[in-house]
């Protein structure tokens, strides 16, 4: 599919969407002329699927490929939520705190099971016990398939994946300079408790939100973010828009040094989801997010790095022979043991060409596109 296809399979799904979420009907002279297989390509690129499947359903519109989905959607949110309490009650039983993040619960908001996917679970420990969840989660049948310097993400067949943080952002993170890195040192105190024991842990709404937008500006600024991220804002600011401190945000946002960016984002968020007239520049917005897909896409990975060093040689030579920050952060086994460094810029560049061809040749174009 070309690009002006999926721009306009993307119209489609986004009108479709917005249907769901707001408990319309679709007009059937716009269902009428939708290319199904091409609209499902699209809604996977977003992660969009099952929102959409009940906008069909509800059109009367039935497709093998988007029930399906939307099945598969359903039994993972409640695969995972059961399995996200199995967890919990393990760290519970050693006394270490924990609080899911972003997905887990907004998937809660949306209006019918589902709709919100899920491609894993996240939750934010208490540093002092990622130790002892490791062993939790191999007791629990979990597989370590990776670690970097926060985050460990955990794989269980047939669909569990688990993302425990010890912290959002490491101390040599390239987004420690936005000051995100220090906003989130001490992010306990920032923490209210759901329990008596003070072990279950949660954002206030407003915390919840910034961390949403702090998650999503990370996204944004790297490869881009897709459609799913305003549709989040959305379904968020229409849940608890009214009862926010707006005060409170506007402050904390200026500190993070991205207040433009929730106002523009939040902005355009309603106006699509609200299924508002878009402006010529609108448009352009959500383009960027149209053409991102859910976790961003190569060329503006590429841009947006090249912008920040420079030169494509520079470019080249950083992504051979990682900074040393991104090798604390990204690979702590060979930060603790520098020797084998080595080792490392081989395994990469035999990754990439044995594994991710395609992803080569795709940023290999945009740096000499630039």
């Known amino acids: 599919m070309d690009v002006n296809e999926f721009r306009r399979n993307a119209a489609d799904m986004i009108y479709l969407t917005a249907c769901a979420i707001n408990g319309r009907i679709p007009d059937k002279e716009r269902t009428a002329s939708l290319d199904l297989p091409e609209l499902f390509e699209v809604c996977q690129a977003h992660i969009l699927t099952a929102c959409t499947a009940y906008a069909l359903a509800a059109a009367g519109i039935k497709d093998d490929s988007f029930t399906q989905a939307k099945e598969k959607a359903v039994r993972k949110n409640i695969l995972l939520d059961a399995e996200r309490k199995k967890i919990v009650r393990r760290l519970e039983a050693e006394g270490i705190w924990y609080m899911p993040l972003k997905g887990a619960l907004l998937k809660d908001w949306y209006p019918k099971l589902g709709m919100r996917q899920m491609s894993d679970n996240d939750m934010l420990i208490a540093p002092e016990g990622r130790e002892t969840a490791r062993s939790i989660m191999k007791e629990l049948g979990f597989t370590l398939k990776w670690e970097k310097e926060n985050v460990d993400e955990y794989i269980k067949e047939p669909v569990y994946n688990f993302e425990l943080h010890e912290s959002f952002f490491p101390d040599m993170d390239k987004y420690s300079g936005k000051g995100f890195t220090d906003y989130y040192r001490n992010v306990k105190e920032r923490l209210v408790s759901e329990d008596g024991n003070g072990l279950s842990l949660r954002f206030t709404n407003e915390d919840f939100y910034i961390y949403m937008i702090v998650h999503e500006y990370k996204h944004y600024h790297d490869g881009g973010t897709g459609v799913r991220s305003l549709l989040d804002v959305y379904v968020f600011m229409r849940r608890f828009g009214g009862e926010l401190d707006r005060s409170y945000l506007d402050r904390e946002f200026s500190k993070l040094g991205i207040a433009d960016f929730e106002r523009e984002n939040r902005r355009l968020a309603e106006k699509v989801f609200g299924m508002e007239k878009l402006s010529a520049e609108d448009e352009k917005q959500l383009d960027y997010y149209v053409t991102s897909g859910v976790y961003g896409n190569v060329e503006n990975y590429v841009r947006n790095r090249m912008n920040g060093q420079g030169s494509r040689l520079r470019y080249i030579m950083q ?39 395609k992803r080569l040749a795709a940023e290999l174009k945009a740096i000499f596109k630039k």
Do not use: D
């Open 319 to 357: 992504r051979i022979f990682l900074p040393m920050e991104q090798i604390r952060s990204g690979y702590p086994f060979f930060y603790r043991h520098k020797l084998l460094i080595p080792l490392l810029w081989i395994r990469r560049i035999f990754r990439v060409l044995f594994r991710a061809p």
